[in-house]
Nanobody, 118 residues
């Protein structure tokens, strides 16, 4: 059972960039699908972006063109490059991994706070 830990969150100003990391305690190869979710205060957790082991990506309309999701098997790490951040990008960002295997539970990290403010 691999464990996921997010890092890289913090406070940034609108228009700036930030990179989030999701480091796994072991190989990420078994995680066919990995994703970033975020949750603003009082709001439902939503999908930000996802990436398969093969490199296929999906982005939420609100972040497409600004954010880039990637995964590095050599470092057992998934990244979220956030460019041109906006106020509405504020929230707790969670790392997610899914083996897409019968009987395997979805894995979540503890979350990292991103605050966009002037």
């Amino acid at each position: 059972q691999v464990q996921l830990v997010e890092s890289g969150g913090g406070s940034v100003q609108p228009g700036e960039s930030l990179t989030l990391s999701c480091q796994a305690s072991g190989s990420i190869f078994p995680l066919y699908l990995m994703a970033w979710y975020r949750q603003a205060p009082g709001s439902q957790r939503e999908l930000v972006a996802s990436i398969t082991r093969n490199g296929n990506t999906i982005y939420a309309d609100s972040v497409r063109g600004r954010f880039t999701i990637s995964r590095d098997p050599a470092k057992n790490t998934m990244y979220l490059q956030m460019n041109s951040v906006k106020f509405e990008d504020t929230g707790v960002y969670y790392c997610n991994g899914d083996r897409r295997q019968a009987g395997a539970a979805v894995i979540w990290g503890q979350g990292t706070q991103v605050t966009v403010s002037v």
